[in-house]
């Protein structure tokens, strides 16, 4: 966010906040905390303030996150102090990413002399929320306490005063003329410099543009005219922000992504590389609730996957030891026969020998000693060595067995993660990982308190229901927990089951909606469901894919299997396009009630 985009905020904060009452205050992460408040005509409004040194933010949201289990010191301060209280002045310094917030009671009463003001620094990594008393200036709280010292220009210390951030030494726009401006330019960036060069250049020497602003400023110029047009621009967007003449917008990058924010339209460049908003602080919520959700998706499927790699590379490592273990069920009968064939040939060892070689029927057998033990003694060993191995190769099997399970189930969730496009979706892995003992105690508790965190009613279900224009529904888990879920609570014994045979991916179950008497599907339909199978597995990218179906009746989850798995008897299997089922899960409607 740069100066211009929080003037725009503060200007409409000003016009449909101020005398709001604070009602709430809630904080979603280390960094952010969301203050809910009503207005006059009993609106409801939350303003969402974070100090996310990469993101730092402060707008009003439609849709605020979920709160922390548990309030932490600053939220239970930022309570005490100013809930109840209204807002009475929210303004942005002229060429400073500070915004302030002026709260006092709303009439008479024991807190009638009671006035607040909450700073909220947007500064990149410098970023910081800041609670004042707002009669002296005392610092009551903040997100960042800052210790003196002699590289500190600016200490931020409980009980201290206040200070704004030390000023920038940059040029004050509002102070520049065109011609001044493009003097700077022409003396200051080289004549062999490219449009980042310049954009960079503008960063570094005039107050209040970011890197995005920058970037817009040098598109609408070019090297020919000494970057002239970089001035203009900058000097007329200078002036609508003084006008307080803003335009909300989404600036636009390769493909139509949004790359940014920008308070009004930078002449020269062109209209397609803007997206208009209604308001600033709606352009700034969609923005930004996109962008965070992202990276949250992004760190979430990182960690992840460091879980899942280390949980796979564990249950190799079983495997090994188990193959291991069977291969030793050949070595346990020669083991056997060198302790017989030692105990026959006791009188032959001499004492103290690391070896001996006793005849068989077969040819004389190098038989290998323990120095330390007697010749009956090392008999014993060898017996024990056997029933050792024995023991071994008798439970490998069943091991083995269980372990390739567990590959099974570690390959599962590897899918699910990698088909995850929500926060949602890698809880999910999460909680199957601390589930299976894969996640140790601070992600088995990462796993618990997210899930268990904010409003039940937000959370995604863990599966998705598509209709068919015949009336026909689709239901298919989002992954392992969203097969169990299925499992345990959503299939009904006339449903029919189906899924990608061979690869990991979701169950899919299929029912003839409303509530007439159960129907079976017809063949196309079936088909229909199939496409859905083989579309949410790992066999999307083959042109053609086997599904196994049968009647969810027959469905069997033994004791002890790990989410979503399951034995299935009988089936049939029909042979479907994967893409079909990505069509189709474009064009049937999705619905979200149970």
């Not at 460091?306 to 090994?320: F, H, M, N, P, Y």
Request: glycine share 8%.
């Amino acid at each position: 966010m740069d100066t211009f985009v929080l003037q725009a905020i503060a200007a409409e904060l000003s016009e449909n906040l101020l005398g709001a009452r604070l009602e709430r205050i809630s904080q979603a992460d280390a960094h952010t905390v969301v203050f809910f408040f009503s207005g006059a005509r009993r609106e409801k409004r939350a303003l969402l303030m974070s100090a996310d040194p990469a993101h730092p933010r402060v707008y009003l949201t439609a849709d605020p996150p979920p709160s922390l289990p548990e309030a932490p010191t600053f939220c239970r301060a930022l309570r005490k102090h100013l809930g109840g209280l209204r807002l009475t002045r929210a303004a942005a310094g002229e060429w400073e990413r500070v915004l302030q917030f002026s709260f006092e009671p709303g009439g008479g009463g024991p807190r009638s002399s009671d006035s607040f003001a909450l700073m909220a620094e947007v500064m990149g990594r410098w970023s910081n929320l800041v609670l004042l008393n707002g009669a002296t200036g005392e610092i009551l709280e903040a997100r960042r306490f800052v210790p003196p010292g002699p590289h500190t220009p600016r200490p931020l210390e409980r009980g201290g005063g206040y200070q704004l951030p030390p000023e920038q030494k940059k040029r004050n726009p509002g102070a520049l003329t065109r011609e001044a401006l493009k003097e700077m330019i022409r003396e200051e960036v080289p004549g062999s410099a490219d449009q980042e060069e310049l954009a960079r250049w503008l960063v570094r020497s005039v107050a209040g543009v970011s890197p995005a602003l920058a970037r817009e400023l040098a598109r609408a110029s070019n090297a020919e005219e000494s970057w002239a047009g970089a001035a203009d621009a900058l000097m007329g967007f200078v002036e609508s922000y003084q006008k307080k003449e803003f335009a909300p917008a989404w600036v636009l990058g390769a493909g139509g992504a949004p790359v940014g924010l920008s308070a009004a339209r930078i002449p020269g460049v062109d209209a397609d590389s803007y997206r208009a908003f209604d308001s600033m602080n709606e352009a700034a919520d969609a923005f930004y609730g996109r962008l965070v959700k992202d990276a949250r998706l992004g760190e979430g499927k990182k960690r992840a996957s460091r879980t899942l790699r280390r949980a796979g590379d564990k249950v190799r490592a079983a495997i090994e030891g188990v193959r291991r273990d069977l291969a030793s069920a050949d070595e346990a009968e020669d083991v056997l026969r060198k302790g017989e064939l030692l105990l026959a040939h006791l009188d032959e060892v001499e004492e103290k020998a690391v070896a001996v070689s006793v005849s068989a029927e077969d040819g004389p057998i190098d038989i290998a000693l323990d120095p330390r033990l007697t010749p009956s003694e090392n008999a014993q060993k060898y017996f024990r060595r056997y029933k050792k191995l024995k023991r071994r190769a008798s439970t490998a099997l069943a091991r083995l067995q269980e372990m390739e399970e567990e590959e099974r189930f570690i390959g599962a969730l590897a899918f699910d993660l990698e088909a995850a496009d929500a926060v949602e979706d890698v809880l999910s892995v999460e909680e199957a990982l601390a589930g299976a003992g894969y996640a140790g105690r601070k992600g088995a508790r990462r796993a618990k308190e997210a899930r268990t965190k904010g409003r039940p009613a937000a959370r995604a279900k863990p599966y998705r229901r598509f209709v068919s224009p015949a009336g026909w529904e689709v239901i298919v888990g989002r992954n392992a927990m969203g097969n169990d879920e299925m499992l345990k609570r959503v299939g009904r014994a006339s449903d029919t089951w189906l899924h990608a045979r061979g690869v990991p991916g979701s169950h899919v179950l299929l029912r003839r909606g409303g509530d007439g008497p159960p129907t079976e599907p017809d063949p196309e339909t079936l088909a229909q469901a199939a496409a859905f199978a083989a579309w949410f597995s790992r066999g999307r990218t083959d042109s053609r894919l086997t599904v196994a179906y049968l009647p969810f009746s027959r469905i069997r989850k033994p004791k002890g299997r790990r989410p979503g798995q399951v034995l299935i008897g009988a089936h049939e299997t029909i042979l479907v396009d994967p893409d079909a089922g990505k069509r189709l899960s474009e064009e049937w409607e999705e619905i979200n009630r149970d």
